[in-house]
């Protein structure tokens, strides 16, 4: 018997349509954040050890090193990407067992990814990126960003390495957060308040905090970067669009980063400029305007359709 939402929930309150208690959102968010922290980064270092073991490389020393991503290296940003695409089997784990609902659901609310949908939303950040570009031109600080201008870098085979981690990788990585903020977070605070706007801003905080210690204006990249993911998470009905503009967007940083810049200042941004604000913010709000009119366009459904009530145990598959 399997629990599935009921017709007509947004995606912020599909856990309503599982198994009833307030105590399970909050139980699942600590439970993710001791999972996402501690639990997931262990088990992801086990391969990563025996292969070190194998090759006849210290073991311990090969742990730090991949660890530590002041002096980042090719294999350590692997271990990072695999280790936040982690969030995904967690997230499906806790709507599964702590919440009766299928995985699926966390996708979206047909229960699926709609894959035709996410490549319209690539797309669309293709478009934004180049009012981005636009704007940078017209900001100050950007002229003189290390990451925008200046001297190429010389492609070696570091370079080469690093290229085929972000390209392979990075939509992991980029899934594995979406699935963990913009998907178990949306739905657990949506589920407790009942509200939109705390299935937007709260995750966006926790998403902002999660990237460690910044500066004010990363840290207000980050937060502005999680409500803008939120909402169009939030108004289109799932996380294609969301996935999209990470994956993306995490591209762009990574690939400059290669060609003008460093993969440690990428990983470790602390200083980043004010002025850096309207560029981030063109390309994030110019994507959510084109996400929202394209999705009205095409009838995107943004509400679930089943036949089962809130809370109801049926037997039957969810249509879709």
């Excluded at 370079?159 to 972000?166: A, F, K, N, P």
């Excluded at 903020?181 to 706007?197: D, E, I, M, S």
């Excluded at 998403?207 to 910044?214: C, N, V, Y």
Aim: hydrophobic content about 55%; aromatic content about 10%.
């Amino acid at each position: 018997m399997t629990e599935v939402p009921g017709e007509g929930l947004p995606y912020h309150l599909v856990q309503r349509g599982g198994r009833p208690g307030v105590w399970r959102p909050i139980v699942g968010v600590v439970a993710f954040v001791i999972a996402f922290l501690l639990v997931v980064p262990l088990l992801v270092q086990v391969p990563f050890a025996l292969g070190f073991a194998v090759s006849g490389r210290d073991v311990v020393d090969g742990l730090d090193r991949i660890s530590d991503f002041d002096h980042p290296t090719p294999l350590g940003l692997a271990y990072l990407n695999i280790a936040l695409a982690g969030a995904i089997p967690v997230a499906w784990l806790l709507t599964r067992v702590l919440h009766g609902l299928q995985p699926r659901w966390l996708a979206s609310i047909t229960p699926r990814i709609r894959w035709q949908w996410l490549l319209i939303c690539f797309g669309l950040a293709v478009v934004a990126l180049f009012a981005t570009l636009v704007v940078s031109a017209m900001v100050p600080a950007s002229a003189d960003d290390a990451q925008v201008g200046g001297h190429l870098n010389d492609f070696t085979s570091t370079t080469r390495d690093y290229l085929l981690v972000v390209l392979l990788l990075t939509p992991l990585q980029a899934a594995g957060e979406e699935y963990a903020f913009r998907g178990y977070l949306t739905q657990a605070f949506g589920n407790v308040f009942g509200k939109a706007w705390a299935a937007v801003l709260f995750p966006a905080v926790v998403f902002a905090l999660a990237h460690g210690s910044q500066s004010a204006p990363v840290f207000f990249d980050r937060f502005a970067f999680g409500i803008v993911a939120g909402l169009a998470v939030v108004l289109t009905g799932g996380l294609e669009a969301g996935i999209a503009m990470h994956v993306l967007n995490n591209w762009l940083a990574f690939g400059l980063a290669l060609a003008f810049s460093d993969m440690a200042s990428t990983l470790n941004p602390t200083g980043d400029s004010w002025w850096t604000i309207p560029v981030t913010l063109t390309q994030s709000l110019v994507y959510l305007g084109l996400v929202l009119w394209v999705a009205r366009r095409r009838g995107i459904r943004t509400t679930t359709e089943t036949p089962a009530g809130p809370g109801v145990l049926v037997g039957s598959r969810p249509r879709v």
